[in-house]
T-cell receptor, first 112, second 115 residues
Framework: EPEVTQTPSHQVTQMGQEVILRCVPI?????FYWYRQILGQKVEFLVS????????KSEIFDDQFSVERPDGSNFTLKIRSTKLEDSAMYFC??????????FGSGTRLTVV | GQQLNQSPQSMFIQEGEDVSMNCTSS?????WLWYKQDPGEGPVLLIA?????ELTSNGRLTAQFGITRKDSFLNISASIPSDVGIYFC???????????????FGQGTILTVHP
């Protein structure tokens, strides 16, 4: 079964540092997403990406966040200057057309 | 923004019992999805519903897409210990709207099954 792969599984970073979270979506999928889940809370939408541009973003996705699809396979989320409140699980997801998303296993980001 | 209210927040049941959880919304959704999340893992899709009134089963799981498009339920029959986890409903809004493709999640139902 095709999978969405995320690396690293766990990242610890100092406040103010930049982090890049990496994702390899399913190869024939067209829509790519980042979601996050603060410990004990629900999953929240961050950004959607289609046709090499952001199609929608939430109010959480401010100027400190950016996404990129640098080649045909990777999809990255960059946080420029991390804050303590950025600590969360970050999930990448992809889908094709109108059908169910496939989520990756997530990256646990801990900002200290 | 759109909100999904999921209930109950948590359930403690005995192995073999049936379980029911539901989600309601003040706005219409085009697609309802039910996910299960194990600790430290990403959500795994259990059932997807695409039409109002649709009733779909996946093994011991059954889910329905409400006629009004504003609600959905998930039933688990004859629960077993490995059913333990957090169950989330998620909705995709009406196609063509500005939020097309963006999932809205419920708050989750924590299920504990005692052997």
């Amino acid at each position: 079964e095709p999978e969405v792969t995320q690396t690293p599984s766990h990242q610890v970073t100092q406040m103010g540092q930049e982090v890049i979270l990496r994702c390899v979506p399913i190869s024939n999928h067209l829509y790519f997403y980042w979601y996050r889940q603060i410990l004990g809370q629900k999953v929240e939408f961050l950004v959607s990406f289609y046709n090499n541009e952001i199609s929608e973003k939430s109010e959480i996705f401010d100027d400190q966040f950016s996404v990129e699809r640098p080649d045909g396979s990777n999809f990255t989320l960059k946080i420029r200057s991390t804050k303590l409140e950025d600590s969360a699980m970050y999930f990448c997801a992809s889908r094709i057309m109108d059908h169910g998303y496939t989520f990756g296993s997530g990256t646990r980001l801990t900002v200290v | 923004g759109q909100q999904l209210n999921q209930s109950p927040q948590s359930m403690f049941i005995q192995e073999g019992e049936d379980v029911s959880m539901n989600c309601t919304s003040s706005s219409i959704f085009n697609t309802w999805l039910w996910y299960k999340q194990d600790p430290g893992e990403g959500p795994v899709l259990l059932i997807a519903l695409y039409k109002a009134g649709e009733l779909t089963s996946n093994g011991r799981l059954t889910a329905q897409f409400g006629i009004t498009r504003k609600d959905s339920f998930l039933n688990i029959s004859a629960s077993i210990p490995s059913d333990v986890g957090i169950y989330f409903c998620a909705g995709l809004p009406t196609a063509g709207g500005t939020s097309y493709g963006k999932l809205t999640f419920g708050q989750g139902t924590i299920l504990t099954v005692h052997p």
